[in-house]
């Protein structure tokens, strides 16, 4: 989801993410995530990552190569991110690299526990974004570097690599220059050329894409 809030401190061990693996009705939540989600709650924060969103980045994260890199682009109350370290699991051979806008959120997601292999850093995906590297697995989840330069993320993008976006049920959305920018999103995915796309009509709906290897 674009989303902007604030995240308070809560101790989360993200090393013991419990191994339940989840997202449809009636199945349980990883702890990282189910904490994560409280804690968002517990802000009135009501657009994180949906479930099914985060099992299908979860699933993403899992099949990054050895010595991959993730990135994600808004990090917000740290939902999509506790989704991705589920994904990777007891790995240390991936780095992943989550951006955030807010000093202050960024901040205070910070405080919780990660591994070491996560980072959290502050800046606008449409400014750092070419300026990060390479990474086999992005979610941009924020205006930048999906509304705004989202060329740039694509390039970004390795060989084989994928890409995930959320929010792209038009329908549902009332704010035409939102709507109108989602669009836009969905004909440079659709059309570009090193790209394979598909649409699923779940959670908010949701485009994924693999870049060609050749």
Sequence with gaps: MIRSTVASSDGIDAHTSGARVTSGPGMELPDLVATAEARAKSLGFELSSESEVGGLIACLANAVPNGGRVLEIGTGSGVGLAWIVHGIGSRTDVEVLS?????????????????????????DGADLVGTIGSFDLIFPDAPGGKIFKLRKTI????????????????????????????????????????????????????????????
């Design 99 to 123: 951006v955030e806008l807010d000093n202050e959120i960024a901040d205070q997601t910070r405080s919780a526990s990660w591994p070491d292999w996560v980072s959290i850093v502050v800046g």
């Design 155 to 214: 390039s970004t993008l390795r060989p084989g690599g994928f890409l995930l976006v959320d929010d792209m049920d038009l329908s549902v959305h009332s704010d035409p220059e939102l709507r109108n920018g989602l669009a836009s999103v969905r004909e440079r995915l659709i059309e570009h050329p090193d790209l394979v796309c598909a649409e699923l009509p779940f959670a908010s709906g949701v485009i994924i894409a693999s870049k060609r290897r050749i």
